[in-house]
């Protein structure tokens, strides 16, 4: 694996999203990471100022880096959010786009990897704006190739951007906001949906696997996984710098995620004693392997079954939080301010486990 | 013959040895004299005695379930660096060097039980950034202090400090020391994890060096061991853990004793019992 940057400028990187999402003293690699979430950026869906989180918080300070991971992938990251790239002979595919106002930095780290490879496609693994927020710009310094029935039927200026994939609810929830939701220009909508519980994408020679994880994260969550390069890119159903992040008004739900960690659990198969192998860019955190998303699955699964069992008994609400029943993990993932914190989990985990499904937009 | 004078003196200079380093070299054995019980058939369930363990990882290990080791993904798990210098395994260490410069560039550290595998750079590079992969052995750079090698560890995976459910984060780090007084090895190691231990947890291994031990390979492939719904996860659920109190019991130490914490590392907390 090769880093993009040297040590100096890592350090500094560093010690700004220490500043930025920690809030914390201490040592850099032992710092609260996902304490304290920013005021936009790892959010769970409901936070509106989304794509007006430029004018909230600086990112001038952020950098985005980047690490080969294997083969054909590269992971893109820029402190507090990941997102990453396929490079090949056919163009340069891309997995979320990180917030608008990072957008630029982005597009030069992939001309710094890619060169100038054209940006084929993108593929939104959910809604949120941490996530979908560069869609608009990064698609548009792409391109696609569009012909036959389909240039006729959208005109061939289609050809001037770069497609983007989603599951189907992504685009529902862009194009039909809720109340406290911003409007998304359509630009940045999906040009391209699927339904179905697995889409298959073939590009730069490698097979691609879009599989949605129905009511995770939220309704609309995508894992993608390449098959040639051996690399899973999670979007928010794996994150290692939180409690497991539940939507519970966008469709998200406890026993979806760890439905989806088990998915990719099943994907994985670590090279040799539990470790390399396959490789996993999750939506927030560093990059890991198998062993280190069985240690988030068996967290969480402790944990729901904590949660269900305090259900069962009847207890409410503020007697689950008075129990604390997550306290051994609430140091190292938990988090008193910011957007995700302990109580935010546990009531959402508590919502997905006591009351019916939420109704979600799901086929 | 003056060019070729300063390039001699430059080249004796670059490459000078540092005389007070010790040569680690070798195939060391473990030396477990009273650390046996915990070291070889491993520590019993609910013994925190002495160790410096936070509340949160008090609950961590009443909540582990050895049966956890039966699932797939958990068969072929190493020890991590944090834990295996205190297990059973021979060690091996070994010295890269820099041909032009005869220094050493990176040592070798293998155990056998799981294949250990593990690298200390000693060129002075910097650690990866922070999100870099950790691994089970962790990144670890050293250097000498006098003949002691220094190692510092981050990186990890989440491991753990020992096999009975007493875990770690993957936000923990590791200073070593390594002395050698001719054919034993001292091996010294400090932990801090700003979740899991209160304060540092420091402790010592013995090693003999040996010439009549060989290294064998250790292929691991999981298997299905328990038929079980897919993801399940053994554990025991906040105070129904039927195990924790045997310890204290068997041994005739007070339950609040054996449930650990800094203050049950120091003299003073016998005083303390008895009153």
């Known amino acids: 694996m090769k880093f993009s940057m040297s040590s100096r400028a890592l350090g500094v990187v560093c010690t700004v999203a220490i500043a930025l999402f920690m809030g914390t003293a201490g040592r850099a690699q032992q710092?609260?990471?996902?304490?304290?979430?920013?005021?936009?950026?790892?959010?769970?869906?409901?936070?509106?100022?989304?794509?007006?989180?430029?004018?909230?918080?600086?990112?001038?300070?952020?950098?985005?880096?980047?690490?080969?991971?294997?083969?054909?992938?590269?992971?893109?990251?820029?402190?507090?959010v990941n997102a990453a790239i396929q490079v090949g002979d056919e163009g340069v595919l891309v997995v979320d786009t990180l917030v608008e106002p990072l957008a630029d930095k982005f597009l030069a780290e992939i001309r710094k990897i890619a060169g100038n490879k054209p940006i084929r496609n993108i593929i939104n693994t959910h809604v949120h704006p941490d996530h979908t927020g560069g869609n608009e710009k990064i698609a548009r310094a792409g391109k696609s190739i569009v012909g036959g029935n389909f240039a006729g039927q959208v005109g061939q200026q289609a050809a001037n951007q770069a497609q983007i994939f989603a599951h189907e609810n992504v685009q529902?929830?862009?194009?039909?906001?809720?109340?406290?939701?911003?409007?998304?220009?359509?630009?940045?909508?999906?040009?391209?949906?699927?339904?179905?519980?697995?889409?298959?994408?073939?590009?730069?020679?490698?097979?691609?696997?879009?599989?949605?994880?129905?009511?995770?994260?939220?309704?609309?969550?995508?894992?993608?996984?390449?098959?040639?390069?051996?690399?899973?890119?999670?979007?928010?159903?794996?994150?290692?710098?939180?409690?497991?992040?539940?939507?519970?008004?966008?469709?998200?739900?406890?026993?979806?995620?760890?439905?989806?960690?088990?998915?990719?659990?099943?994907?994985?198969?670590?090279?040799?004693?539990?470790e390399g192998g396959t490789y996993v860019i999750p939506g927030h955190g560093r990059l890991v392997d198998e062993a280190d998303?069985?240690?988030?699955?068996?967290?969480?699964?402790?944990?729901?079954?904590?949660?269900?069992?305090?259900?069962?008994?009847?207890?409410?609400?503020?007697?689950?939080?008075?129990?604390?029943?997550?306290?051994?993990?609430?140091?190292?993932?938990?988090?008193?301010?910011?957007?995700?914190?302990?109580?935010?989990?546990?009531?959402?985990?508590?919502?997905?486990?006591?009351?019916?499904?939420?109704?979600?937009?799901?086929? | 013959?003056?060019?070729?004078?300063?390039?001699?003196?430059?080249?004796?200079?670059?490459?000078?040895?540092?005389?007070?380093?010790?040569?680690?070299?070798?195939?060391?054995?473990?030396?477990?004299?009273?650390?046996?019980?915990?070291?070889?058939?491993?520590?019993?369930?609910?013994?925190?005695?002495?160790?410096?363990?936070?509340?949160?990882?008090?609950?961590?290990?009443?909540?582990?379930?050895?049966?956890?080791?039966?699932?797939?993904?958990?068969?072929?798990?190493?020890?991590?660096?944090t834990y295996g210098f205190r297990g059973v395994g021979n060690l091996r260490i070994t010295n890269e060097i820099d041909p032009d410069t005869q220094q050493v560039t990176k040592i070798f550290t293998h155990i056998g039980w799981q294949e250990q595998e593990r690298e200390i750079w000693m060129d002075g590079r910097p650690h990866p950034p922070d999100f870099a992969p950790h691994t089970w052995q962790g990144f670890s750079t050293g250097h000498w202090e006098g003949n002691v090698l220094v190692v510092e560890t981050d990186h990890l995976k989440a491991g753990w400090i020992r096999r009975n459910g007493l875990a770690l984060t993957d936000k923990a780090h590791m200073t070593e020391r390594f002395f050698r007084h001719g054919d034993v090895l001292t091996h010294v190691y400090i932990i801090e994890d700003p979740y899991y231990l209160s304060e540092p947890l420091i402790k010592t291994n013995g090693f003999r060096l040996t010439t009549d031990l060989t290294m064998a390979p250790y292929p691991c492939a999981s298997v299905v061991e328990v038929v079980r719904e897919d993801g399940e996860v053994p554990h025991h659920l906040p105070g129904k853990n039927p195990f924790i109190g045997s310890f204290a019991t068997k041994h005739n130490v007070p339950a609040e004793a054996a449930s650990g914490g800094a203050e049950t590392a120091l003299p003073e907390y016998m005083k303390k019992l008895k009153r």
């Open chain 1, 293 to 363: 998303v069985v240690e988030y699955r068996d967290m969480s699964t402790i944990i729901r079954d904590r949660f269900q069992d305090a259900v069962k008994r009847g207890q409410t609400l503020d007697q689950v939080k008075a129990a604390r029943l997550v306290r051994d993990y609430e140091g190292r993932y938990g988090a008193t301010q910011g957007f995700w914190t302990t109580d935010a989990f546990v009531e959402a985990a508590y919502k997905s486990l006591s009351q019916p499904q939420a109704v979600t937009r799901s086929n």
């Open chain 1, 31 to 80: 710092g609260r990471a996902g304490g304290a979430a920013p005021a936009q950026g790892r959010q769970g869906g409901a936070a509106p100022a989304g794509r007006q989180g430029g004018a909230q918080q600086n990112f001038d300070n952020i950098e985005v880096r980047s690490l080969h991971v294997q083969g054909q992938v590269w992971m893109i990251n820029a402190g507090f």
């Open chain 1, 172 to 274: 529902l929830r862009m194009s039909q906001p809720g109340p406290n939701e911003p409007m998304i220009p359509f630009a940045a909508w999906p040009t391209d949906t699927y339904i179905e519980a697995q889409k298959d994408i073939y590009f730069n020679g490698e097979g691609i696997e879009l599989l949605h994880q129905p009511n995770a994260h939220t309704d609309g969550d995508t894992v993608v996984y390449f098959r040639k390069s051996d690399v899973i890119v999670t979007g928010d159903v794996y994150v290692n710098t939180t409690l497991p992040v539940i939507n519970t008004q966008q469709g998200g739900n406890l026993n979806g995620i760890i439905k989806a960690l088990n998915t990719i659990i099943r994907i994985t198969i670590p090279k040799e004693k539990q």
């Open chain 2, 1 to 81: 013959m003056r060019r070729i004078l300063p390039f001699v003196a430059a080249t004796l200079l670059v490459s000078a040895p540092a005389f007070a380093q010790a040569d680690l070299g070798g195939v060391w054995a473990p030396l477990m004299h009273e650390d046996q019980p915990e070291r070889g058939p491993g520590p019993e369930i609910g013994d925190y005695l002495g160790l410096p363990i936070t509340d949160a990882m008090r609950l961590r290990a009443e909540s582990w379930d050895a049966s956890i080791l039966t699932v797939p993904e958990h068969q072929c798990k190493p020890h991590p660096s």
